[in-house]
């Protein structure tokens, strides 16, 4: 148990650490709960902003599971555990694991690897080096890396673009949804094994590295 | 610094500083050659040319980008944006390299160092295009907060707050969408 913070109508949660590793663990509950205790939650920007800083030290926050979370960090590791509301991450070398994002999604990481279970609304995944795996999400897509391997599952709803240079790209497309695929590619091979139509459309480039869309 | 000399205050260039990265050059070198690549080099030059429309300086180019100087935040966003959609009219053929350019802006004073620029904010504007996705052009809210509803056809996307080594405080960074 650590201390706990009221949560004004609207406010977002920003915690923005250096090296320290961020958990936030959405669940039933109106406040929030962070751990270590002695760790103070400000507010800013007229009640918009519940922000909590810290450099090396770890931090745990239990969060509504309806809480919109913006992580901030150079190398800290970042955990999203449970649901939360929507989110944006940005770290340069830290890897990003969320369980389930309710609404939009943005995620950036130079070198650190990307990995989300479910995304209930649109989302953009962005990594130089690192590796993206979005198991299912509802909305768009736009998933770009240089040299990591991408894999995907959508849900056929909304576009889905992926961009890599020498990476893979797996898509894997709901049932009984029909992709139109827009293919582009140098050197690298391209396969599609699910029906095609008009359901959504699937933009997929890569220079050297090779696409496969399947039927989940 | 000898005793008793005086300190001269170095000269600034208040404005926006631009990156652009051309990401994917050294494969597409690699697999083309040379040539395809010096032809690549040449088309993105040009379409940045047209997009700045000599608003701006171009104050160093980087090999597969660019250091950018605009006295105005607005003509940068505006020049930025501009880049991005010539690129995007441009045939998209399977085989074709796709031109992948991703552009961070930060609006701040930046040492003039001869013809160069250096300092605090364009060390930022360098660290912001390192989290720009092909395609998109980021600004740092220092942007935002000069752009004074100048450009009512482009809104700004907020992606979140940056880290960024050695600097003390997080920069919030948007995404600038004209539709």
């Not at chain 1, 955990?79 to 939360?84: A, C, H, M, P, T």
């Not at chain 1, 389930?100 to 989300?116: E, F, K, L, P, Y």
């Not at chain 1, 889905?160 to 797996?170: A, C, L, N, Q, R």
């Amino acid at each position: 148990m650590g201390t706990i913070f009221a949560i004004p109508e609207g406010a977002r949660l920003r915690v923005l650490t250096v090296s320290g590793k961020v958990r936030v663990t959405g669940e039933d509950r109106i406040d929030i709960d962070i751990e270590p205790a002695e760790r103070n939650i400000e507010t800013l920007e007229d009640g918009h902003i519940l922000e909590t800083r810290s450099r090396s030290k770890d931090l745990h926050l239990h969060v509504p599971t309806w809480l919109n979370v913006s992580v901030g960090t150079i190398s800290g590791d970042v955990n999203l555990e449970g649901q939360v509301g929507s989110v944006k991450i940005n770290t340069v070398s830290g890897k990003v694991t969320i369980d389930r994002a309710n609404g939009d999604a943005d995620i950036r990481s130079i070198s650190g690897s990307i990995s989300v279970d479910e995304c209930g609304g649109r989302c953009r995944a962005n990594s130089k080096t690192g590796k993206i795996d979005l198991g299912h999400v509802a909305g768009a897509i736009k998933a770009h890396t240089m040299s990591g391997n991408i894999g995907l599952g959508t849900a056929g709803a909304d576009e889905v673009d992926v961009k890599t240079i020498s990476g893979t790209v797996e898509v894997l497309v709901d049932e009984g949804r029909a992709p139109r695929l827009r293919f582009r590619t140098i050197t690298g091979r391209t396969r599609c094994d699910c029906a095609q139509g008009s359901d959504f459309e699937i933009k997929a480039s890569t220079i050297s590295g090779s696409v496969e869309v399947r039927e989940r | 610094m000898t005793a008793g000399a005086t300190k001269v205050k170095a000269p600034t260039a208040e404005g926006a500083v631009v990156f652009t990265d051309l990401t994917g050059f050294s494969e597409f070198t690699a697999i083309r050659g040379d040539e395809a690549a010096l032809e690549m080099l040449t088309l993105q030059e040009r379409l940045l040319r047209e997009a700045m429309d000599a608003r701006g300086r171009i104050v160093k180019n980087l090999g597969d980008g660019f250091l950018l100087w605009f006295p105005s935040v607005v003509d940068a966003v505006d020049a930025a944006l501009k880049l991005q959609e010539k690129i995007d009219e441009l045939p998209a053929e399977d085989g074709d390299m796709p031109m992948w350019v991703r552009i961070g802006i930060n609006y701040g004073r930046p040492i003039l160092h001869g013809d160069d620029l250096i300092g605090h904010d364009v060390n930022v504007a360098a660290r912001i295009v390192d989290f720009a996705q092909s395609g998109e052009v980021l600004v740092s809210q220092a942007c935002t907060e000069n752009l004074a509803d100048e450009l009512p056809d482009v809104y700004f996307d907020e992606v979140g707050p940056v880290v960024m080594k050695g600097i003390p405080d997080a920069v919030t960074l948007y995404r600038a969408v004209r539709p």
